[in-house]
C-alpha cells in the first residue's frame, strides 16, 4: 500500500488548512487510518485516527475539538481538517495505515501498530 499525504504549507495561527492522504489500494475501506506528526527534535505522536468500516474517529486530547478526521471510501482517502491552528501545531504530518485494528478495541495510537506510512507534508503555522 502507497500512502501520498499533500495538503500542508505554511498558515497563520488561527487559521485552516486540510490535509489529505490517498491509498493506492482497493482495499482501503479495511484499513484503520492514522495521523501523526513530528515537530523537530520531537519524537512522532499521534494526532487522529480513524476505524475502518464505519469511521469512528479518535483524537489526541492536544487536538481534539480543533481537528477532525474523515475519509471517503470512495475515493480511497483519508483527511485532516485543521482548524484554529496555532504554532505548537507546526510539524511534518504523516499518514499511516493498520490492517489489523478489530472493531470493538481501542483503537491503535502507537506509530508501532501502523503498517504503512506516507511521506509526510509540512505544516507550518506562524504566530
Known amino acids: 500500500v502507497q500512502l501520498q499525504a499533500s495538503g500542508g504549507g505554511l498558515v497563520q495561527a488561527g487559521g485552516s488548512l486540510r490535509l489529505a492522504c490517498a491509498a493506492s489500494t482497493r482495499t482501503f475501506i479495511t484499513y484503520t487510518m492514522g495521523w501523526f506528526r513530528q515537530a523537530p527534535g520531537n519524537e512522532r505522536e499521534f494526532v487522529a485516527a480513524?476505524?475502518?468500516?464505519?469511521?469512528?474517529?479518535h483524537y489526541a486530547e492536544s487536538v481534539k475539538g480543533r481537528f477532525t478526521v474523515s475519509r471517503d471510501n470512495s475515493k480511497n482517502t483519508v483527511y485532516l481538517q485543521m482548524n484554529t491552528v496555532t504554532p505548537d501545531d507546526t510539524a511534518v504530518y504523516y499518514c499511516?495505515?493498520?490492517?489489523?485494528?478489530?472493531?470493538?478495541?481501542?483503537?491503535?495510537?502507537?506509530?508501532?501498530?501502523?503498517?504503512?506510512w506516507g511521506q509526510g507534508t509540512l505544516v507550518t503555522v506562524s504566530s
Open positions: 499511516a495505515a493498520n490492517r489489523n485494528h478489530i472493531l470493538g478495541g481501542s483503537i491503535p495510537t502507537d506509530p508501532f501498530e501502523y503498517d504503512y
Open positions: 480513524i476505524s475502518w468500516g464505519a469511521g469512528n474517529p
